[in-house]
């Protein structure tokens, strides 16, 4: 009798890794966010950044699966835009955008508007509406990309809607997020350029968009302060550039095997955002160059299994999803590897999967879901005799 063997299980083999991250994540993250002068408090449970990410790991987790178990196709525009789920992505992501830029909605630290808080009993979930609306943009452009035949034409009546829909994003984003706002803009024109747009329509907005960036740039002197400690820290290592000093000192001091887990001290208030910017930092010292260079090879082979199912995806749809799945969360793991080995300015950009924070690790766990069901559904098969 034949039956059919599965092989190449990549669906299998990057829901491994991501796994291993999220854990590797959980530990550090709890590590990070011990404090010698202060008892755990239980009642509290959920203002411990470690405990709280101990309570994201698996939900993060079933998530991953259950978005997995999902057709990703109700992703596209092949049956009509309003019987996919992206158009309520998009609005769902505007809408929350917008509730975050009102002050009695939205949630200000660090001087940014960026968090929705809905208190539950005892408890104040935090929501960061940006993060999902990066994910609604992914979504959209791969959609609208296949639903074009991968010919984006008309500057008029293709190109500039597309535009319009990410530029709503991005306008909304920029003024209190400029890194994902940026983030965003980056993606969509990496998407797009492989999605079948123009040279000329994809640089024909780069004027506005520099003007824009300059703008941004100018109005906030914070922003000026770490482009200037970023070329020359040592003028700043007390003030602007301390974070990215204290970073360094953290990597450098761990040596090879680091110090141990729980070892470090940076993060007894030297090195901040220890538990989610900087959390590689800890690892660097916690686990030396060693844990470094394990965590970095495991995004590297995340990126090898996820070019594979990108490379066999049976349709346009499912190749442009994969692709822009796969480049959101390496290109934003290299990023946050180089600002805290200090080869790019300081940006608040999370490590995927490791980060402490909900938003980040839940909604990248969500778009690994989707990945996973694309890996499914290009699985190899043989005949084998049972």
């Avoid at 411990?48 to 057709?71: D, E, K, W």
């Avoid at 690790?361 to 005949?383: F, M, R, W």
């Amino acid at each position: 009798m034949l039956a059919v063997r599965r092989i190449n299980r990549l669906d299998d083999r990057i829901a491994k890794i991501v796994i291993v991250l999220m854990a590797i994540g959980t530990v550090f993250v709890y590590s990070a966010s011990a404090d010698v002068g202060e008892e755990l408090n239980l009642k509290r449970f959920y203002d411990h950044p470690g405990l709280r990410q101990i309570v994201y790991f698996p939900l993060a987790c079933l998530v991953m699966f259950t978005l997995s178990a999902i057709n990703h196709r109700h992703l596209s525009f092949a049956q009509g835009a309003w019987r996919s789920f992206t158009p309520y992505l998009l609005i769902l992501s505007l809408i929350l955008l917008a509730i975050v830029l009102i002050p009695q909605l939205g949630t200000q630290v660090n001087d940014a508007r960026r968090w929705i808080r809905v208190p539950i009993g005892p408890a104040r979930i935090s929501f960061q509406p940006s993060e999902l609306a990066k994910w609604a943009s992914i979504f959209f452009l791969a959609a609208v990309c296949a639903k074009n035949n991968f010919q984006i034409k008309s500057f008029w009546k293709q190109f500039l809607p597309i535009c319009a829909v990410v530029g709503a994003f991005v306008g909304m984003i920029i003024a209190e997020d400029f890194g994902t706002a940026a983030f965003i803009v980056l993606l969509s024109f990496c998407m797009l350029l492989v999605g079948g747009a123009k040279w000329w329509h994809l640089l024909s907005p780069l004027p506005l968009v520099l003007a824009l960036f300059f703008v941004m740039l100018y109005q906030s002197p914070h922003r000026i302060e770490r482009i200037k400690a970023f070329l020359h820290p040592e003028q700043h290592s007390d003030t602007t550039a301390y974070q990215a000093t204290q970073s360094l000192v953290a990597l450098g001091s761990g040596g090879l095997w680091g110090k141990g887990l729980g070892n470090g001290v940076s993060k007894y208030g030297h090195l901040p955002e220890d538990t989610t910017d900087f959390v590689f930092a800890i690892i660097g010292e916690e686990l030396g160059l060693v844990g470094t260079t394990s965590v970095i090879l495991l995004f590297i082979a995340f990126i090898w299994m996820g070019s594979l199912v990108v490379i066999r995806s049976k349709d346009g749809f499912s190749q442009l999803l994969a692709g822009g799945i796969v480049l959101a969360i390496s290109l934003q793991a290299a990023l946050n590897i180089g600002v805290v080995t200090v080869v790019l300015p300081t940006k608040g950009i999370p490590l995927p999967f490791l980060s402490g924070g909900g938003s980040s690790l839940l909604v990248s766990a969500a778009a690994v879901g989707v990945l996973l069901n694309i890996a499914k559904q290009t699985a190899d098969t043989e005949p084998a005799n049972s």
